[in-house]
């Protein structure tokens, strides 16, 4: 046997585990239809308008910018871990990701992405 009909047991296998859980769901779970239940969830506190407002496009993008830069400065830890096993090369490397960093948060904030209006 090859290894791609290992990977093609294991993607069905896969599948199935997650079709077999919605189907579990579908029989086991409570049916109590509502019109409390499709009211659109508010953190406990009752809607207060239409579900379908505008919201400043701001909100996402500073939100956006905030999940990249986390992402990315995690990537540093192991980084600084394996420090003395890379060498010089990976210094080098590490401040131009650094470096590349360090230009998107000055380009977002010329920009005027990390200020509330």
Known sequence: MTEFFYLVILMLAGI???LGAFFVNRVLAPKSPDVEKFEPY????KPMGPAWLR???GFYIFALIFLIFEVETVFLFPWAIVLKKIGVIGLVE?????GILIFGLIFAWRKGYLTWH
């Open 55 to 57: 919201f400043n496009v």
């Open 42 to 45: 508010e953190c406990g506190e």
């Open 16 to 18: 199935a585990y997650v």
């Open 94 to 98: 590490g401040f131009l990701f650094l």
